[in-house]
Each structure stands twice: as structure tokens, then as C-alpha cells.
């Protein structure tokens, strides 16, 4: 069974920093691209940034400057970093992944069950 688990959410203050975290879990062949996307109250889930099995980065223009995706290959895990919080970065954050486990089963895409950021003052 291939799951992924998120961390680090929580409640801070505007320009507050967070690191968010993502695990994968599982008999894990090979992870291709992953992703945070967050949704707010009232609105449609958003992709946040994502990042290729190369590195390649991707970001919201919202997040731009701000958020940093970075992955462990060796550990199946990805991280958001997020600095210079905002309230409307207020939402729940999940992580998304396309993963092919040992036994050929792929999981395009998987999502980890959501992390509450919460930024106020």
C-alpha cells in the first residue's frame, strides 16, 4: 500500500515561515512528478508549485518568491517551504504525487490526506 503523509502545518503570524513536509510509504519503485496544492474555504483546490523527477520547479505566481519546493529522492519525501506567510495563504495544503510501486501498480496521481496552514495575527 503506497500512501503519502503531510506535516507541518499550523497556525502563525503573518511573515511567519512554515515547512511543510510529505512522505511516501510503501514499495516505491520510482516517484515521477510532485506537487502541493492548497484549497481555502469557499474555493477551488490550486496547484502551489510542483517539481519534476529532475528538479525542474514550478510555482503559483502567488507563491512566487516566497515558496520553495525541494525534494529527497532518496528519502520519497518533498518539502514546501513557505516564508513571508500571508493571511490569504491561509488553507489546507496537500501533496501530490505520481508514484509506481514494485509491483507495476501506478498511482497517477496519489494525495496525501491535507495539513491546515493557518496565518493570523
Request: charged share 15%; hydrophobic share 30%; with cysteine.
Amino acid at each position: 500500500q503506497v500512501q503519502l503523509v503531510e506535516s507541518g502545518g499550523g497556525l502563525v503570524q503573518p511573515g511567519e515561515s512554515l515547512r511543510l513536509s510529505c512522505a511516501a510509504s510503501g514499495s516505491i519503485s520510482s516517484i515521477n512528478d510532485m506537487a502541493w496544492y492548497r484549497q481555502a474555504p469557499g474555493k477551488q483546490r490550486e496547484l502551489v508549485a510542483s517539481i519534476t523527477s529532475g528538479g525542474t520547479t514550478n510555482y503559483a505566481d502567488s507563491v512566487k518568491g516566497r515558496f520553495t519546493i525541494s525534494r529527497d529522492n532518496a528519502k520519497n519525501t518533498q518539502y514546501l517551504q513557505m516564508n513571508i506567510l500571508k493571511p490569504e495563504d491561509t488553507a489546507v495544503y496537500y501533496c501530490k504525487a505520481d508514484i509506481r510501486s514494485y509491483r507495476g501498480i501506478v498511482y497517477s496521481p496519489i494525495w496525501g490526506q491535507g495539513t491546515q496552514v493557518t496565518v493570523s495575527s
